[in-house]
């Protein structure tokens, strides 16, 4: 009896043979296969699309331009149809995003790469992109678990945000200086990461001191892992960055002379307003404030304006300054007394609602303190205690 081959056998059982594809995709093809996959990838883990707007990830409004690109370009739409399991490509959803959604993919990953060369962008303005590949290999370098005890560090990263907003701190690329210890801040796959605890150093195989860390995370995770592997995964994120520690500079002048240029003046309200509560604390309630112009120029007309709880005012101290970013120093303040700042709803001269800011629930004494310290440098992760009412350092 004959042998049959495969062939044979399966044409005498009539089963068709299916011919092997291969698919021949140009780079550009590939890029656009790959990206797309990404965005699925995102879909898979978090169950919905990327969204534009004001997300805490960028890689998501990233995605979701790429996404609103890729459903626009017919040739995309056909490329991409046999590997939309998901129906991507077929979802009408209402955007609201800048003019990068006319770009095709290469040009809006070209924009990016544009950007990320780009040293003198700040991080803070939330240029800077990476691929998917690069995310992943950051998150892995060891397993991320919840932090029972973030609500302990939740401070330390809001005042890290706001200096970083406020210019008293900076992004620096990762590089230049390697060092990591105690309380130095990164930004890591664009979350910012604290190193709480670095254990004692010992050599690593290849030589170079290495040391046990206990990092934790914006988003409230915390992993175990070894310096080494931190310093590899900023170096691998071409937007890793090194906060500064705070630099205040030199915010007043020691002597005052002819040649003194003023930039500013701080100054310390207190309200004559009849709202009960600031009736029942008002030997405590003050507004903090910075001005480059007259501050009686500025109160004149207080009892007509929201800003000044549509009350006149009495000014409890004044502050001259000299050679300073004013913006800079009002953050300065407001961040140190934000556990003391009290929210109050007042109408305004046309009934609307308002809430005014800068107003704060603190001695004057102590306002006198953090002035001090300021001027000597030593305001450095201090904060507001309203428990004590007085300044403590953050641990």
Not at 71 to 81: D, P, T, V
Not at 211 to 230: D, P
Not at 245 to 255: E, Q
């Amino acid at each position: 009896m004959t042998r049959l081959s495969d062939d044979d056998l399966l044409d005498e059982l009539g089963v068709e043979k299916e011919k092997v594809k291969t698919n021949s995709y140009s780079s550009r093809e590939e890029h656009i296969i790959a990206g797309f996959k990404e965005i699925q990838g995102f879909v898979e883990r978090y169950e919905r699309l990327p969204q534009h707007g004001e997300v805490d990830e960028v890689f998501e409004r990233m995605y979701a331009v790429r996404l609103d690109s890729l459903r626009a370009q017919e040739e995309c739409r056909a490329l991409l149809s046999s590997l939309d399991y998901q129906g991507l490509l077929n979802k009408n959803e209402v955007s609201t995003t800048d003019s990068k959604e006319t770009m095709d993919d290469d040009d809006l990953l070209s924009e990016l790469e544009d950007r990320d060369n780009n040293s003198d962008i700040d991080i803070s303005e939330l240029n800077h992109v990476r691929s998917q590949t690069e995310i992943k290999a950051a998150e892995e370098i060891a397993k991320r678990e919840k932090c029972s005890e973030f609500s302990r560090f939740q401070p330390l990263f809001d005042k890290a945000e706001y200096e970083l907003s406020t210019g008293v701190r900076q992004a620096r690329p990762f590089g230049k200086d390697t060092s990591v210890n105690t309380g130095n801040f990164f930004i890591l796959g664009g979350q910012l990461v604290y190193v709480a605890e670095k254990g004692e150093e010992f050599k690593a195989p290849n030589g170079q001191p290495d040391a046990r860390l206990r990092v934790i995370y914006s988003n409230g995770t915390e992993n175990n892992l070894l310096l080494r592997s931190l310093q590899r995964a900023l170096y691998k994120d071409e937007v890793g960055r090194r906060l500064t520690d705070p630099d205040l500079g030199s915010f007043f002048s020691a002597t005052w002379d002819e040649e003194d240029i003023e930039s500013g003046t701080i100054y310390v309200l207190r309200s004559f307003s009849n709202h009960p509560f600031v009736i029942e604390h008002r030997e405590l309630i003050h507004k903090i404030g910075v001005t480059g112009g007259k501050l009686e120029t500025r109160i004149a007309n207080a009892k007509n304006d929201a800003t000044y709880l549509m009350a006149d005012v009495e000014v409890i101290a004044t502050y001259k300054l000299a050679g300073i970013k004013r913006t800079k120093l009002e953050g300065i303040l407001h961040r140190i007394f934000t556990p003391a700042h009290i929210d109050l709803t007042i109408l305004d001269r046309f009934g609307h609602p308002v809430h005014p800011k800068e107003w704060f629930l603190v001695p004057i004494h102590v306002i006198d303190e953090a002035v001090e310290r300021i001027m000597d440098g030593s305001i450095t992760n201090v904060v507001y205690d309203p428990k004590t009412a007085s300044l403590v350092h953050l641990a």
